[in-house]
């Protein structure tokens, strides 16, 4: 057996366990029972402590000094790429670090959570003032005299910077102003008034699910606080929530989770259990979740056929007609949730945290200090003050369970879906026909083999270049909306 067969082979008992840990945070998120959070932890270090061993392993590197970059197929070099990548990031963290966090995450979780329900800031503190602390110091170990916040960001985006960031933001931010400004001074179609029936949510979101390609077979849905989409391969679970007047929570969370869980699922299956088995990053992830959700599931076409289900399945709703039923999928209204926000402002949410996490991880803001900085924030970009912390610093999950760096994915999530939709609806004419008969099968047909189908086999930007065929920018993006809400 060559180097590269016996690496090979320890990698894909690496990834099947990875996929152990994964299971049990969305275990976690579903099922587990709520007194055993405090084992839980104990099986999330623990697990992390098995994964760092094997990912630091001396035997990686020796079997990467064997292996003749020449001899290698295109295949073969992106997994290797992946794995040498993979082994010098985590021989910079110190194994009880990794260990410290996985722990934390898991038990900061439900800290935030109660926190969260309670409307207690001061009750998360101490976790969050934790978590921090350890970010901190992975931050720097990764960094080795580098960017810290780089460092981190690097770990769900590669090849990107902080800088390369902040330069997308600056060129979005002011024609995202301008047109959430000019639609917000035009009349605005009235919010749902009418009581949508939980199970009947469920019923419909499944079968929105299979609609946009889900495989039933191989993923389940259920309900969570804040949806999500776990696994790859041959399991891929997703979750969405439920509120009694809102549906299109349910609905909208639904079909954006389904736009990872696809990805996941399309990914070739001669990939499965290895590095290239799973989204190559949380951006290009997050471009097949939003396209699902907003170009493909928020477009006039598809909510015309949507109506129609929406009427199937509870009745008289109150909208008149899938005119109306557009503009109110579509209404801009002021609102203080990244996740429950129209496309114009979604941007604008993930603004705030990406320099509040600069500052943070830069020892700038403190835990104690990060509300009050958030607040702030928050009513110079919108215009109003946060009412409550369930509407500010507490609702979302993602600090609490170590995930630093990760937000500004989401915006460029957003960047990459308006380079890809403009390459679709050029590949696709015929498009808003196959929408507004309830027919997702030609744009997720197409989405799968520009994107999904290649896994981790390409950097993030060179995928999305490859199937758009355009540098990712975000013009396509800013003229998709200003087309769509002027």
């Known amino acids: 057996m060559s ?4 690496l090979m082979a320890f990698q894909r008992q690496t990834e099947a366990l990875g996929q152990v840990a994964g299971r049990l945070g969305w275990d976690q998120e579903t099922m587990m029972p709520e007194g055993a959070a405090n084992q839980r932890a104990e099986e999330f270090a623990a697990m992390e402590a098995v994964l760092h061993a094997r990912r630091t392993n001396p035997r990686i590197g020796e079997w990467l000094s064997k292996i ?60 969050l003032s934790d978590m921090i602390a350890l970010k901190r110091e992975e931050s720097a170990a990764l960094a080795e005299g580098g960017n810290a916040y780089d460092a981190l960001l690097d770990d769900y985006e590669p090849d990107t910077s902080g800088d390369d960031v902040a330069e997308t933001f600056v060129a979005m931010r002011p024609r995202l102003v301008a047109l959430r400004d000019k639609v917000m001074g035009a009349d605005q179609p009235a919010e749902l008034n009418h009581a949508f029936d939980e199970q ?20 389940r849905l259920d309900k969570a606080v804040h949806p999500f989409s776990s696994g790859s391969g041959d399991d891929v679970r997703i979750t969405t929530r439920t509120a009694l007047h809102d549906p299109f929570n349910c ?43 907003n170009q493909l599931g928020r477009s006039r076409a598809f909510t015309g056929w949507l109506f129609g289900q929406m009427k199937e399945a509870f009745g008289d709703f109150g909208v ?29 949410h993930i603004m705030l945290r990406f320099d509040l996490e600069r500052d943070v991880i830069g020892g700038k803001v403190e835990a104690r200090d990060l509300e009050e900085a958030w607040n702030a924030r928050f009513e110079a970009d919108f215009g109003y003050a946060v009412d409550k912390p369930s509407n500010g610093l507490l609702q979302d999950v993602h600090w609490s369970c170590g995930l630093w760096g990760y937000f500004p994915t989401y ?47 390409y950097r993030p930007r060179d995928l999305i270049s490859r199937a758009s065929s355009q540098t990712p920018n975000e013009a396509p993006l800013l003229t998709y909306l200003e087309q769509k809400f002027s």
């Open 200 to 219: 009947k949510q469920m019923r419909l979101a499944r079968a929105l699910a299979k609609t946009f390609g889900y495989n039933m077979q191989k993923g």
């Open 320 to 348: 008149a007609n899938e005119e109306v039923f557009f503009r109110t999928v579509n209404r801009l209204n002021k609102g203080y949730i990244r996740t429950e926000a129209d496309e114009v402002q979604y941007n604008l």
């Open 3 to 6: 180097a590269y067969d016996e």
């Open 411 to 457: 915006a460029l999530g957003n960047v990459y879906a308006g380079c890809l939709y403009e390459a679709l609806r050029l590949a696709r004419p015929n498009l808003d026909n196959e929408l507004a008969s309830g027919d997702l099968s030609g744009a997720t047909g197409w989405l799968r083999d520009a994107v999904q189908v290649h896994g981790g086999l």
């Open 68 to 127: 003749d970059p020449v001899t290698l197929d295109a295949v073969a070099a992106a997994n290797i790429r992946h794995i040498r990548r993979s082994f010098e990031r985590n021989q910079r963290v110190p194994a009880k670090l990794a260990e410290a966090i996985a722990r934390l995450s898991s038990s900061a979780q439900r800290i935030w959570s109660e926190a969260r329900a309670n409307e207690d800031v001061a009750a998360f503190l101490p976790a």
């Open 251 to 293: 609905i909208y969370s639904t079909i954006h989770e389904t736009g990872h869980a696809t990805y996941e699922q399309n990914i070739a299956p001669e990939h499965l259990l290895t590095p290239l088995g799973e989204g190559v990053s949380l951006g290009v992830h997050e471009s097949q979740s939003r396209i699902y959700e």
